[in-house]
């Protein structure tokens, strides 16, 4: 090897060296160290002591532990002559660099990991170019997230070496999203164990086993159950192709096999949605604004109705079997139509003004009662549901949403929004808790069919008579008086 290729390989080397120390640099950047508190306490802390080894000259007994006292002069060269201020300011810009490459080094090293299982697949472009990791993210103890700048490259690409980066990479491959906007980046989803991507109704329903109870989905932990005595309330929200439609049937469809005293009412304005649990003796379809309208009046007079029934008796809530009534779901698909702002010019203003004032009402105050909402929608925004009614609705589905802002409204975080774009695919939201599920999938036969065996089972037979829909409305003084007389009906 000549002297210029020594010199040059030698030049090659430094650059290199700080081309990886400015990418750590960059790494421990985008941590965001200067947001936390703990973080910038520690770099004070940091930037005071080395202030204080060189103000007390404590690095010449260090120097000379480590045996390189000939270093000593430089430094009593150097910060002989300043004073403590100036010294913590060298202090600051010596300590402040080197934690952020402290902070930088594990997402340094994750990205050139996920980089070089990459690189082993040996994906170029027409130019020769290779894809790049540009980020790792930590979804949660099970799932990671890769975003990688891939120009050039198609989806199919990526679908054609799965195998091949499932085994570089040492994990699963859960899925592959393109940007919608911005097709040069692509997301690789990877998990350690991967939720199935599709599990049938028929194989979770059995562990409904307790009345009111509704599949949520299957999760890493098992199968996971609600009930509306725990969940009075709760919300579906998913894009176009995330499942939601399928998922809301299943849902409903496990609560009236679950249930015995359940009154149900569709409000289903597509027409179309819902129309199979149209023949259920206990349920109501409705398709009509002006027709739902009355319907919303007449169960807000019920939940008033039922609550001086409990204040005479001294009960804290309904209960089917004591009191002789119904529990009554309100399921509202696409649930904008009531929910959403129109302008005032709009034939349909007064009624949604009206319905959002009662749908929020029954929101605040309808648990005790023993009347529960169930509202779908593909969106949440401050035009499509009054921020008083999100605030009164516990428990939230949401599929995936094609936006980060989208899921945010409905989770406060952006957990939809990096779902795979499996159908099904869902965060289940109850309080502070969430939890990643495979809604359950029904076929429409499979539908249709158990749907039949609840009408010929007959158990909801009597609840068509006793519907609240086909009672006399009653004011609530003449309520009042029925209830001294010890009648709850």
Same mark, same amino acid.
């Given at each position: @090897?000549?002297q210029?290729s ?8 430094i650059?290199?060296?700080?081309g990886n120390?400015?990418?750590i ?12 508190a703990?973080?910038?306490?520690l ?7 080395l202030?204080m080894v060189?103000?007390?000259g404590i ?7 480590l ?14 002559e300043m004073d403590f201020?100036?010294?913590?300011i060298v202090?600051?810009?010596c300590?402040t660099?080197l ?14 990991r996920y980089q070089?299982g990459l690189?082993c697949?040996n994906l170029?472009?027409?130019?020769g170019h ?7 993210k930590?979804?949660?103890?099970n799932?990671? &997230?890769?975003l ?6 198609g989806k199919?690409t ?11 990479v040492?994990?699963?491959?859960e899925?592959?999203?393109f ?6 980046f692509?997301?690789? *989803?990877l998990a350690?164990?991967?939720l199935e991507s599709k599990?049938?109704f028929s194989?979770l329903?059995t562990h409904l ?5 509704f599949?949520?989905g299957?999760?890493q932990s ?5 009930s ?5 309330? *709760?919300l ?8 939601k439609?399928g998922s809301?049937k299943?849902l409903?469809l496990?609560?009236?096999e679950?249930s015995?005293n359940l009154?149900?009412i ?7 949605e819902?129309?199979? *649990?149209s023949i259920?003796p206990?349920?109501t *379809?409705v398709c009509e ?6 319907i919303?009046?007449?169960?807000e007079e019920e @939940?008033?109705r039922?609550?001086l ?8 809530s309904?209960d089917p079997?004591?009191?002789k009534?119904n529990?009554i779901?309100l399921?509202?698909d696409?649930c904008?139509?009531?929910t959403? &702002?129109v /302008?005032k010019?709009?034939?349909r ?16 105050k309808?648990r005790?009662?023993?009347i529960?909402?169930?509202l ?5 925004d401050s035009?499509?549901m ?9 428990g939230r589905?949401s599929l &995936?949403?094609n936006t980060m802002?989208?899921?945010?409204r409905?989770l406060q975080n952006?957990?939809?929004y990096h779902?795979?774009?499996i159908p099904g695919?869902?965060?289940?939201k109850k309080g ?6 495979q809604? /359950? ?8 069919k158990r749907i039949q ?5 007959k158990?909801?037979?009597p609840i068509?008579?006793k ?5 006399k409305?009653l ?6 008086k @029925?209830i ?6």
């Amino acid at each position: @090897m000549t002297q210029t290729s020594k010199e040059s390989a030698v030049f090659d080397g430094i650059v290199k060296i700080f081309g990886n120390f400015a990418e750590i640099f960059k790494e421990g950047w985008k941590t965001k160290f200067y947001k936390r508190a703990e973080d910038l306490l520690l770099i004070v802390s940091l930037t005071l002591s080395l202030g204080m080894v060189l103000q007390l000259g404590i690095y010449e007994k260090l120097f000379s532990i480590l045996g390189i006292t000939f270093v000593t002069p430089i430094f009593d060269f150097i910060f002989g002559e300043m004073d403590f201020t100036q010294l913590i300011i060298v202090a600051f810009f010596c300590t402040t660099p080197l934690y952020i490459i402290f902070c930088g080094i594990k997402s340094y090293r994750q990205i050139k990991r996920y980089q070089f299982g990459l690189d082993c697949l040996n994906l170029k472009n027409g130019l020769g170019h290779q894809p790049k990791v540009v980020e790792v993210k930590k979804l949660d103890q099970n799932r990671t &997230r890769l975003l990688v700048k891939s120009t050039g490259l198609g989806k199919e690409t990526y679908r054609s070496k799965i195998d091949d980066l499932r085994a570089s990479v040492g994990e699963l491959v859960e899925s592959v999203r393109f940007f919608d906007k911005n097709s040069t980046f692509v997301e690789i *989803f990877l998990a350690k164990k991967v939720l199935e991507s599709k599990v049938l109704f028929s194989d979770l329903v059995t562990h409904l086993k307790t009345p009111y109870s509704f599949l949520i989905g299957k999760s890493q932990s098992g199968v996971v159950t609600e009930s509306l005595e725990a969940v009075p309330h *709760f919300l579906m929200a998913g894009t176009t192709g995330s499942g939601k439609s399928g998922s809301f049937k299943s849902l409903l469809l496990g609560l009236l096999e679950s249930s015995e005293n359940l009154e149900v009412i569709l409000f289903d304005f597509k027409r179309v949605e819902l129309k199979e *649990f149209s023949i259920l003796p206990n349920v109501t *379809f409705v398709c009509e604004l002006e027709e739902a309208l009355g319907i919303l009046e007449r169960i807000e007079e019920e @939940m008033e109705r039922r609550y001086l029934y409990l204040e005479k008796h001294g009960y804290k809530s309904i209960d089917p079997k004591r009191d002789k009534l119904n529990r009554i779901l309100l399921s509202i698909d696409e649930c904008t139509e009531f929910t959403g &702002r129109v /302008p005032k010019y709009d034939h349909r203003y007064k009624i949604v003004e009206r319905a959002r004032l009662i749908l929020d009402h029954l929101a605040r105050k309808a648990r005790a009662s023993g009347i529960h909402l169930l509202l779908a929608t593909q969106k949440i925004d401050s035009d499509t549901m009054d921020t008083r009614l999100q605030e009164n609705i516990e428990g939230r589905i949401s599929l &995936r949403m094609n936006t980060m802002e989208n899921s945010v409204r409905v989770l406060q975080n952006s957990m939809s929004y990096h779902l795979p774009a499996i159908p099904g695919r869902a965060i289940w939201k109850k309080g502070a808790h969430y939890e990643e599920v495979q809604c /359950p999938f029904i076929s429409q036969e499979d539908l249709d069919k158990r749907i039949q065996d609840l009408c010929d089972s007959k158990k909801f037979d009597p609840i068509k008579e006793k519907s609240i829909l086909k009672t006399k409305t009653l004011s609530l003084k003449s309520t009042n008086k @029925m209830i001294k007389k010890g009648d709850p009906a």
